[in-house]
């Protein structure tokens, strides 16, 4: 009898011992589902699935309940029984309307990247000026006709043009190193809107796979892998707006995938000479499934775009009105530009906890842009337009070993990279002009090769609710700039290394809160000429940064996240266009909180918003003379959307930024806004017919400012004041889309 009972006590403890439970996930077509967030409700332990779809879970034990959510399908909960761990299971995920019920809070260090993932499918962007703004916090503005890149602003940032901000598509870099119109130069007019699956984002210099230009944060851009289907759009509208979109399927079997994306593009605009802007873009995207769960991605992509501009305007030739808020002062501003690249991906799973990952990439690019900033302060009887030009060819590699392993009660796991970047930019120009063609004056022409070579480190030490997550980075840089307005050959280099860490604490007691403590050091590097100029010295200033805050899921339908934060620069750039140098400005600190809510009160109904305060003060000035120009210290966007509501769709959003200094002294203010956008859809069958509105309520408001120096052309003295680009009126647009 003694046996009997040790036998069946054996045998239950052995039944409740845990154990490991293995699987995989896939879509009703047998598709694997990568990401999915895979939580045990009884134990609190997590994973998510590879790119093939299978996940590993620890310490499961029989009757625990494991929870599988991802974006765009059904939350499934599975029991656990004593036969799940005699084989894989295989699970199987019903496709839903997109929710923030689907949105599982977990310690991961880019949590709030799912929240925008429920903005983007929700409330989908109608047009490029729209890609960026989805990123929570961050404003832009165009002033040069829509062709050329937008300017940025984030946590009390004027990024310019991509100075603080590094943007990515697939990995592809965007910004441009040592660029002909500033230092990270990042045009994202290549990607088309309607191909956009994911935004991947941070803020500050926390992530260890961004070197360059992370010190605001980065955005990675991931594209669709597939089409649902394919569908043609034609949209018009006033200041004969025109577009046309593109979307086809070119294969879809077991194994592999293809499909053509090509969108037309043309405006003339609200101003009296029009802007003939014209853009085209196409991208064509590869998958294949190999054997040995290996997956290859191949994306080849062209853009070229060319405009008229009537540039910036001086606030004072329209108080006097010698102009109107459209008019012009010199409009033979404008550009040409282009970009073909090339990337390939490609990840191949070496066991069920080790992953290798590898991308190589080609671009080319051309650039041409005219500009007049301050009309004819210079040269009283040509005037003062520039011209800013440059071919280049970037070639990149990377590649990650990841590996994931359970050491006792330790979860840890790492992810190893090296790879590196190469610029051979030609024939690096900025000339004085007339008339766009005719050079009256070179100030600068050369040839820029810049290399960065990585290597980072990323670690992550899972101790039940609490991650830890130390990372390091280093990064080579080696500057050479030909000069060919030297008498002689004159050619110089200049070379650093640089080290970025990072530490950050994750903590989620449970699948409604996350708190996080993120601390690391990031760095943006100076222009090449201005590195050999000053013999290497200033070439790449550290940002030390700290965020604490946290994410809290108050409800299935409710988000809030709040995060406190600091940022340090060892120097500020300040870009001088029509000088060909980027100026070292001193050393900056910010401060500033962030503040954002997500609600989902019925399916078809969405709210979203966010709020962000930065105090931004340059530290080697004296008080009242210590203000960081155009950096914003209060900005807020926001909306509501509807999602098929009786086949309808659509939403309002607004973006207000405040009034903000203009100069170091506050003397010059750049004026706020308060603009609001609306949009509706209809589904008939396979049409979808929308109208689009943006500035719903005609506000008159600056899209971009500067406090310039500029003269008129019968003026005796220059003045100093806001010279600004108008923004948008009312502009209504009709858009039809048959899908098939």
């Not at 996930?25 to 994973?47: C, M, Q, W, Y």
């Not at 404003?139 to 050329?148: L, R, S, V, Y």
Request: charged share 20%; net charge negative.
């Amino acid at each position: 009898m003694k046996n009997i009972l040790l036998c069946t006590l054996l045998f239950c403890f052995g039944i409740a011992q845990s154990q490991a439970l293995k699987g995989k996930v896939t879509d009703p077509n047998n598709i694997p589902l990568e990401g999915v967030a895979i939580f045990d409700r009884n134990s609190g332990k997590h994973t998510h699935t590879d790119s093939s779809g299978n996940f590993l879970l620890e310490a499961v034990t029989e009757n625990d309940v494991i929870s599988f959510s991802i974006l765009g399908f059904a939350p499934f909960d599975y029991a656990v029984t004593t036969t799940s761990f005699s084989q894989p299971l295989n699970i199987v995920l019903e496709q839903a309307a997109v929710s923030l019920e689907q949105v599982t809070i977990t310690p991961e260090v880019n949590t709030l990247s799912q929240i925008v993932a429920v903005d983007l499918k929700t409330a989908p962007v109608n047009s490029s000026q729209e890609i960026l703004r989805k990123v929570p916090g961050l404003i832009i503005g165009q002033h040069a006709g829509g062709g050329k890149a937008e300017q940025i602003f984030l946590r009390g940032f004027d990024i310019d043009h991509g100075t603080d901000i590094s943007l990515s598509v697939d990995g592809l870099p965007v910004n441009m190193v040592s660029h002909a119109h500033g230092q990270g130069y990042s045009d994202l007019h290549f990607l088309i809107p309607e191909t956009i699956d994911a935004i991947a984002f941070g803020k500050g210099p926390y992530n260890v796979a961004y070197g360059d230009f992370a010190t605001a944060g980065f955005v990675n851009f991931k594209t669709l892998e597939k089409l649902d289907q394919s569908s043609v759009s034609v949209e018009y509208g006033q200041f004969d707006a025109f577009r046309m979109v593109g979307l086809f399927n070119l294969l879809e079997s077991k194994n592999s995938n293809a499909y053509l994306a090509a969108s037309l593009n043309t405006f003339n605009g609200p101003f009296e000479s029009p802007q003939n802007f014209n853009r085209f873009n196409m991208m064509a995207k590869y998958n294949l499934v190999l054997p040995d769960n290996q997956k290859l991605n191949l994306m080849v992509s062209h853009f070229q775009s060319k405009w008229d501009a009537s540039g910036q305007i001086p606030q004072r030739a329209v108080d006097e009105g010698l102009i109107s808020r459209f008019g012009a002062i010199d409009d033979t501003e404008g550009g040409n530009t282009s970009r073909t690249d090339l990337l390939v991906n490609h990840s191949k799973v070496l066991s069920e906890n080790t992953k290798l990952e590898t991308k190589a990439y080609y671009s080319h690019y051309d650039f041409e842009l005219f500009s007049n900033f301050t009309f004819y302060l210079e040269d009283p009887v040509n005037g003062d337009q520039i011209a800013q030009r440059e071919n280049r060819n970037i070639m990149g590699f990377q590649t990650v070993f990841s590996e994931k392993m359970k050491i006792d009660k330790l979860d840890f796991s790492y992810s190893a990279g090296i790879g590196f970047r190469y610029d051979d930019v030609n024939n690096n120009e900025l000339s004085h002009t007339k008339n766009r063609y005719e050079i009256l004056n070179r100030l600068a022409l050369g040839n820029v090769d810049q290399l960065n070579s990585f290597a980072f480190l990323n670690t992550e030490f899972g101790l039940g609710d609490l991650q830890i997550n130390p990372a390091v980075r280093l990064d080579y840089y080696k500057f050479d700039y030909e000069n060919k307005l030297t008498p002689t050959y004159n050619n110089k280099s200049e070379n650093k290394l640089f080290a970025s860490p990072k530490l950050n604490f994750i903590y989620s007691p449970n699948r409604a809160l996350q708190m996080f403590l993120k601390t690391g050091i990031g760095f943006h590097s100076n222009d090449a000429r201005v590195v050999v100029a000053n013999n290497g010295d200033e070439i790449l200033p550290a940002a030390y940064g700290a965020d604490i805050g946290a994410i809290y899921k108050l409800a299935d339908n409710l988000i809030l996240n709040t995060a406190l934060w600091t940022l340090f620069l060892e120097q500020e750039f300040v870009y001088v266009g029509d000088a060909a140098i980027v100026e070292p400005s001193g050393k900056t600190r910010r401060m500033g909180v962030d503040f954002g809510l997500r609600y989902e009160p019925l399916e078809w109904l969405y709210f979203y918003g966010d709020i962000n305060y930065t105090y931004a003060r340059s530290t080697e000035e004296p008080i009242g003379e210590n203000y960081i120009p155009l950096a914003p210290d209060l900005t807020s966007t926001g909306g509501i959307a509807v999602e098929n509501f009786s086949n309808f769709s659509g939403g309002l959003s607004y973006r207000y930024i405040k009034d903000r200094p203009a100069n170091e002294n506050n003397s010059i203010i750049a004026e706020g806004y308060f603009v609001t956008d609306f949009n509706i859809n209809y589904t008939y069958r396979n049409f979808v017919f929308g109208i689009i509105i943006e500035n719903l309520f005609d506000t008159e408001w600056n899209e971009t400012q500067f406090a310039t120096e500029s003269r008129l052309f019968d003026e005796p003295e220059p003045v100093e004041e806001i010279n600004f680009t108008p923004g948008t009126p009312f502009f209504l647009r009709g858009k039809v889309t048959v899908n098939f």
